[in-house]
């Protein structure tokens, strides 16, 4: 590995079809750090992690490997700069877990507080499966196996990061230095979250309030139609409010026009700005960003068969390189027997 460039690596659970709130928080991000060319990138699809809470629904993770990396190229991820690949084609990454979680106490991984509230959402109770438990301790493999030091996730990730470093702090004090300690790079402040078109905090495909990037015109005119905005402002003459209106949300993360924004702002709090009228401004602006991600997602499914060609190449050469760190991580413990 050539020493003077960073590694960066993130990845994401196939579950579905990604959102703008996925763009928004990090792949946006992804593509302009691939684009600066200053760092060596992984970008992993994470069957194996979405497996843990779906075992029984395999199809749904097999359906959307295809979609998520679809979205991955449509944004403009690049496999010639990025290995794209494929977590459950890596054994590696599930040896390391087996050495790492002996370094982990059940304790520690029921304080995790992300792992923590989606035990609650997911109503898991009593009956958590023990691989979901110990996902973060698998994340930890799936970053240190490729020496990562810089990890783009959106805030909730902090604790996955934290567990690693834990691991890798404990791994390297006990049979030596191998591991790399990562940190996490995070979206700017009020940039990394955005709520879904019905208001909540919150945009996710069960909320049924999501924008997807492979969404077509007509689809985002009608979503964008939908959106929440003030339930007071019922006459146009009316004065409106700005706060927890989520075009204005929308219009503050997207529309690189920010004096336009305050001057629609303004009219809109003294009235007399519509909201059909907004919606359309918004929808300009959101199909600018969107239109041409959709047109190269398209091109680029009209032929699946290149695109798990351009997993199994990316997957490939995941492989050798986690593999050698499993080597080394054999090695430093004293497993390597017959080396
Ligand atoms: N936990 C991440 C998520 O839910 C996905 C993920 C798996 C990941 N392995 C990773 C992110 C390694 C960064 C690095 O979005």
């Given at each position: 590995?050539?020493?003077?460039?960073?590694?960066?690596?993130?990845?994401?659970?196939?579950?579905?079809?990604?959102?703008?709130?996925?763009?928004?928080?990090?792949?946006?991000?992804?593509?302009?750090?691939?684009?600066?060319?200053?760092?060596?990138?992984?970008?992993?699809?994470?069957?194996?992690?979405?497996?843990?809470?779906?075992?029984?629904?395999?199809?749904?993770?097999?359906?959307?490997?295809?979609?998520?990396?679809?979205?991955?190229?449509?944004?403009?991820?690049?496999?010639?700069?990025?290995?794209i690949y494929v977590q459950s084609q890596i054994p590696a990454l599930s040896e390391l877990n087996m050495y790492y979680?002996?370094?982990?106490?059940?304790?520690?991984?029921?304080?995790?507080?992300?792992?923590?509230?989606?035990?609650?959402?997911?109503?898991?109770?009593?009956?958590?499966?023990?691989?979901?438990?110990?996902?973060?301790?698998?994340?930890?493999?799936?970053?240190?196996?490729?020496?990562?030091?810089?990890?783009?996730?959106?805030?909730?990730?902090?604790?996955?990061?934290?567990?690693?470093?834990?691991?890798?702090?404990?791994?390297?004090?006990?049979?030596?230095?191998?591991?790399?300690?990562?940190?996490?790079?995070?979206?700017?402040?009020?940039?990394?979250?955005?709520?879904?078109?019905?208001?909540?905090?919150?945009?996710?495909?069960?909320?049924?309030?999501?924008?997807?990037?492979?969404?077509?015109?007509?689809?985002?005119?009608?979503?964008?139609?939908?959106?929440?905005?003030?339930?007071?402002?019922?006459?146009?003459?009316?004065?409106?409010?700005?706060?927890?209106?989520?075009?204005?949300?929308?219009?503050?993360?997207?529309?690189?026009?920010?004096?336009?924004?305050?001057?629609?702002?303004?009219?809109?709090?003294?009235?007399?700005?519509?909201?059909?009228?907004?919606?359309?401004?918004?929808?300009?602006?959101?199909?600018?960003?969107?239109?041409?991600?959709?047109?190269?997602?398209?091109?680029?499914?009209?032929?699946?068969?290149?695109?798990?060609?351009?997993?199994?190449?990316?997957?490939?050469?995941?492989?050798?390189i986690a593999a050698q760190t499993l080597a080394e991580v054999k090695r430093a413990m004293g497993i390597n027997y017959?080396?």
């Amino acid at each position: 590995m050539s020493k003077a460039k960073q590694v960066v690596l993130t990845g994401d659970r196939p579950t579905g079809k990604l959102h703008i709130g996925h763009y928004v928080g990090s792949l946006r991000n992804r593509v302009k750090m691939q684009d600066s060319g200053k760092y060596k990138m992984f970008v992993m699809i994470a069957d194996q992690q979405a497996l843990t809470d779906n075992a029984k629904n395999p199809k749904k993770i097999q359906d959307s490997l295809a979609q998520v990396a679809l979205d991955y190229l449509g944004v403009g991820l690049d496999p010639e700069k990025t290995t794209i690949y494929v977590q459950s084609q890596i054994p590696a990454l599930s040896e390391l877990n087996m050495y790492y979680l002996n370094l982990v106490t059940v304790s520690r991984l029921e304080r995790n507080p992300t792992v923590k509230s989606e035990i609650q959402q997911k109503h898991f109770d009593r009956s958590i499966p023990a691989g979901f438990l110990t996902y973060p301790v698998s994340q930890a493999a799936d970053i240190t196996a490729f020496k990562a030091n810089l990890i783009p996730v959106g805030d909730d990730q902090e604790p996955m990061l934290e567990q690693t470093r834990e691991i890798v702090r404990s791994f390297n004090s006990t049979y030596g230095n191998v591991l790399v300690e990562p940190e996490g790079v995070f979206p700017p402040k009020g940039q990394g979250r955005i709520p879904g078109l019905d208001g909540n905090a919150k945009m996710s495909k069960s909320l049924g309030n999501t924008i997807y990037l492979s969404d077509d015109e007509d689809t985002l005119l009608k979503k964008v139609m939908s959106i929440y905005t003030d339930p007071d402002h019922i006459h146009i003459d009316d004065p409106g409010k700005i706060e927890g209106n989520i075009v204005f949300t929308y219009l503050d993360i997207f529309d690189k026009d920010k004096e336009k924004v305050q001057e629609l702002k303004d009219h809109y709090r003294h009235g007399g700005l519509g909201d059909v009228q907004i919606k359309k401004y918004l929808f300009n602006v959101l199909n600018e960003e969107l239109e041409p991600i959709r047109k190269r997602r398209a091109s680029y499914a009209k032929d699946i068969a290149s695109v798990y060609d351009m997993l199994n190449k990316g997957s490939q050469k995941a492989n050798m390189i986690a593999a050698q760190t499993l080597a080394e991580v054999k090695r430093a413990m004293g497993i390597n027997y017959f080396d």
